[in-house]
């Protein structure tokens, strides 16, 4: 769950920093306080797209940063963080810096990581629940998903193996396609096979030649320097007054007193042994400058032949290694190509098996999903009438597509919301307020299967007032027993049953406007309630918000 959330510079929020708790925490304020700007900070940290717009003006940056408390039963979230090789703790952060140039900087657990991995990892820690995600709802796409987040592992396990078995038949079928061109495309094909096979293997390659080749041209384009500078440390070494004649004179003159002392012995026996030394450096010098020739006709050949084999790393790859792999993938094209019946007729009996088995584990995921389907359907009704909306029907209309890595389900809920009526799509008969008490349906029965630690609530409650506004204010404190509720909120049935109540508003400071957050206290919370109920600010309303209190935590004694 979330321990602490702080912001610094985002919208008109300068510096905030709050500690949430478990169980059910509300957030609430006046009209355009800022309690988006709390669900987009949050939204930051889950990865959505980090608008520069958000911003406080004036700033070059803005910085999030939320404090998570991770479960040992999170199994999802683990798998994750050690998939990216972060370590786990029992306190995790994860922050995001957003700058004006558009950088985005994001660290889990003090380690830098991509957008795509913060977003992985942070998917794992919250859900948030908002408008978007009721006109998501309406969308036939997001139906499918709900089902099989409601299915059991076995769907789960069928669902990989679909993926697995279409990425094969995907792959067969691309196989065929290529080897299923007309005559003259083959014919061309071949022709160009040819002709870059014939061109590589006339070349005869060999692998390190280039590097031998260019060191050889090296040494031939500076053949007189070489020369000159071996000839000259021979004649150092060898010449009449060379290095060797010199010893020679030395050793001589220690053994002329060898005798007298044993320390001129051993000099002269050194100095003999650094003249033969010496003696065969000069030798092999020699020899040396002897070899090194300057031949024009040996040089155009080298440079012939080193221009050959760049014009076949431009056509072919960067260094003879590639040039050869080229050849090798060629080589195998224009067998196949040139056997394509034979290969061809022998995918099209592949193609027709993996069409087959991936037909039958299709079906068998869609005799699955209706299953669970059916079992959701039920369970929505269920929640539906807790929520006041008794009679109210739901089913899966299941239609079959072409095959992908998903299997073959297209399907659609549909709604009778009222006794005698017919099913109808969702999006065709809900009106604003019954999305929100469908969306609260299924995320109420989702949640019971997910490990996600803490559930955010946008105003989920538009378009709800009254009895039903006190029945949603039950069903999301039922949620909150089992994982962190955070619920941003414009009602007072919601904000009284909350076990801590945040209140968000706007202060004028320094000619500046600045969002604040702070958790109310004692009467306070009865205040808040009271300005939810009807905005007026007297002893009868605030003790109305009292009784609103004292109603929830007799209500909530009873369903927790």
Do not use: W
Request: with cysteine.
């Amino acid at each position: 769950m979330i321990l602490e959330l702080y912001i610094k510079n985002i919208a008109i929020i300068g510096e905030l920093r709050v500690r949430f708790g478990d169980g059910f925490n509300v957030l609430s304020g006046e009209t355009g306080a800022g309690k988006s700007i709390i669900v987009d900070s949050m939204n930051l940290i889950l990865g959505s797209r980090g608008d520069r717009e958000l911003i406080k003006f004036g700033e070059q940056s803005a910085y999030v940063e939320a404090q998570f408390s991770c479960e040992p039963n999170q199994k999802e979230l683990l798998e994750a963080m050690q998939e990216y090789g972060i370590e786990p703790e029992e306190e995790l952060i994860i922050s995001r810096e957003l700058s004006a140039s558009g950088k985005n900087i994001c660290r889990i657990g003090g380690r830098l990581v991509s957008l795509s991995v913060l977003r992985e990892v942070a998917s794992h820690l919250v859900n948030i629940y908002g408008q978007n995600q009721q006109q998501q709802l309406l969308d036939d796409k997001s139906h499918l998903a709900l089902i099989d987040a409601f299915a059991d592992e076995e769907a789960a396990q069928l669902r990989e193996q679909v993926a697995a078995t279409f990425a094969q038949y995907a792959q067969t079928r691309a196989k065929l396609s290529s080897l299923q061109k007309d005559a003259a495309e083959k014919a061309r094909m071949l022709d160009l096979l040819n002709y870059q096979i014939d061109e590589i293997e006339r070349a005869s390659l060999k692998n390190g030649e280039e590097e031998e080749l260019s060191a050889e041209k090296t040494k031939m384009l500076h053949a007189e320097k070489i020369a000159q500078n071996l000839n000259e440390a021979k004649d150092a070494l060898s010449g009449a007054e060379g290095a060797v004649s010199q010893l020679y004179a030395a050793i001589h003159a220690l053994q002329a007193i060898a005798s007298l002392d044993e320390r001129y012995e051993k000099l002269a026996a050194g100095l003999n042994d650094a003249y033969y030394a010496v003696e065969e450096a000069s030798y092999d010098i020699g020899a040396l400058a002897e070899d090194v020739l300057f031949d024009e006709g040996r040089l155009a050949v080298l440079e012939e032949r080193l221009a050959a084999i760049s014009s076949l790393k431009r056509k072919y790859g960067g260094s003879i290694e590639e040039i050869l792999a080229f050849l090798e993938n060629a080589q195998q094209d224009y067998e196949e190509l040139e056997h394509s019946e034979i290969r061809m007729a022998e995918l099209e009996k592949q193609l027709e098996s993996e069409e087959s088995t991936l037909a039958l584990l299709s079906d068998r995921l869609t005799a699955q999903r209706k299953a669970s389907g059916e079992k959701l359907a039920a369970q929505i009704a269920r929640e539906l009438g807790d929520l006041g909306m008794n009679g109210a029907q739901i089913a899966c209309d299941f239609r079959k597509k072409d095959y992908s890595a998903n299997g073959c389900d297209e399907v659609s809920l549909m709604v009778s919301l009222n006794p005698g009526q017919p099913l109808r799509h969702l999006s065709k008969v809900a009106s604003g307020g019954e999305v929100s008490r469908i969306m609260l349906a299924i995320k109420s029965i989702v949640a019971q299967r997910e490990a996600i630690g803490t559930m955010i609530f946008d105003e989920i409650d538009t378009g709800i007032s009254g009895r039903m506004a006190q029945m949603v204010a039950q069903k999301i404190a039922k949620i909150s027993s089992a994982r962190q509720v955070i619920c941003v909120t414009h009602l007072a049935q919601l904000a009284a049953m909350g076990d801590r109540n945040f209140f968000i508003e706007k202060v004028q400071k320094d000619g500046q406007t600045y969002t604040t957050l702070r958790q109310l206290q004692g009467d306070e919370v009865a205040e808040e309630i009271a300005r939810l109920s009807g905005g007026i600010h007297s002893e009868a309303a605030i003790a109305h918000g009292r009784e609103l209190l004292a109603n929830a935590k007799e209500i909530k004694k009873q369903i927790l």
